[in-house]
């Protein structure tokens, strides 16, 4: 295992190194978009992740730890050039480590890291040739380098590879832990007797499924996660779900019903303000099972990107979203470009004009949904025709995929 605490290296490096690593740092930084897609792609082409390719949940989870071990990295060596980097104990990466050992995998699979690791190791020699051309600075500069880098992988693979063993250990005798890997085989579409499943999850795998991810936004209780696991299940009036718990603050539920209103869950989820809710397309049988899941993954993770605090969201709500804001930049522009000044409107400005355009701009239907009357639904179209860049008429569908978008990032 990695050691609990930061040693410092063996040959501290002179004012001139931690310069230059400090230079070095900051080049990676603003470089960090290659280097991550360079990463992936190496990540993704080692042997033993090739049999999780498929698996949304692992090829993204990797490619994501990869990018904050290597920021990680660079700005604690920027911070303590003299000090062993400490390994970043993310929770994200003891479940990567456990989920790999559920889906039958094992210590090879962190080969991935080490094939991040090269390219990282190769375009970091890059960097240190740009820093300098003196050849002894060079060379310090890279023998202290590999030295830390070396260090810093072996620590990261070494806390891995114990959380792995001990997910292993708890197969043996935790029954939540044996569920999970029931699961993971599920989703992954590993050839499993359906009788033998559902013997192991205590739920039905034929009929209808609705998949939600419940999840606490920041540091809670286990209780509250629990408590809102609760309220979700009893919204949907389902006495059989099926519950995992997947990390302290996280339960994948799957209950056996075709439709839950988000309306439903709002009042008491309220209660528990750190609580968020992504739920999936219904389906049927295990296809359903598993898309219903992988929605309500996708949901989850476009709440995450939005920074949203919405607490409840279902996959049918933010499908345009999600296809909108694939690059977040281009989204942005898209948003500014499109809504102009209507962006930084009123909250009842843009919620007339939302609520308007999804009611086939029917004026007096959107007057009765808001309560309010035909001529303040008027008045406020009025403003917002204003504010746009280009006339409402000539631009209907991008302004409503570009509220769309604004929605979840205001609210």
Not at 214 to 242: C, G, H, N, Q
Not at 265 to 279: G, N, T, W, Y
């Amino acid at each position: 295992m990695p050691p609990d605490h930061v040693d410092a290296l063996c040959h501290a490096p002179s004012e001139r190194i931690v310069e230059l690593l400090r230079r070095g740092g900051q080049m990676v930084l603003d470089a960090r978009g290659d280097w991550a897609r360079e990463m992936r792609i190496a990540s993704l082409n080692s042997l033993a992740i090739r049999a999780f390719a498929d698996n949304p949940v692992l090829t993204e989870t990797a490619e994501r730890l990869n990018l904050l071990n290597l920021m990680h990295w660079v700005t604690a060596t920027a911070n303590a050039p003299a000090s062993r980097v400490s390994v970043p104990s993310h929770e994200e990466t003891m479940v990567f480590a456990r989920e790999v050992v559920w889906r039958g995998g094992d210590a090879t699979a962190l080969d991935s890291y080490r094939a991040a690791a090269s390219v990282a190791l190769r375009r970091w020699t890059q960097v240190c040739l740009d820093l300098t051309s003196d050849s002894a600075e060079l060379r310090a500069l890279l023998d202290f380098s590999m030295q830390s880098i070396s260090a810093y992988i072996d620590d990261l693979v070494a806390l891995m590879t114990g959380e792995m063993q001990k997910a292993r250990e708890d197969l043996n005798h935790d029954a939540n832990a044996r569920r999970t890997a029931t699961v993971a085989k599920l989703l992954d579409g590993v050839q499993i007797e359906r009788a033998e499943a559902e013997t192991q999850l205590g739920y039905a795998l034929t009929g209808p499924h609705l998949a939600a991810i419940v999840w606490a936004a920041s540091a809670v209780e286990a209780i509250d996660v629990d408590a809102a696991t609760k309220i979700l299940t009893a919204a949907a009036r389902s006495p059989y779900p099926l519950t995992v718990t997947t990390a302290a603050g996280s339960r994948w539920v799957w209950l056996p019903v075709s439709d839950l209103s988000v309306a439903d869950l709002s009042d008491e989820l309220s209660r528990f303000p750190e609580i968020r809710v992504a739920i999936g397309r219904p389906g049927v049988d295990l296809d359903g099972f598993r898309r219903s899941h992988f929605d309500a993954l996708a949901t989850q993770q476009f709440l995450f990107k939005m920074d949203s605090v919405r607490q409840a969201a279902r996959f049918d709500d933010v499908q345009l979203a999600c296809l909108v804001t694939g690059d977040l930049e281009r989204a942005a522009e898209f948003v500014t470009d499109t809504l102009g000044g209507l962006a930084s409107a009123d909250v009842d400005t843009l919620n007339t004009l939302t609520t308007w355009i999804a009611l086939k701009c029917n004026t007096v239907a959107t007057a009765a949904k808001l309560y309010t009357h035909r001529n303040t639904v008027l008045r406020r179209l009025a403003v917002a025709e204003e504010l746009l860049p280009r006339p409402l008429a000539e631009n209907l569908v991008a302004v409503a995929a570009a509220l769309d978008v604004l929605q979840w990032k205001a609210h």
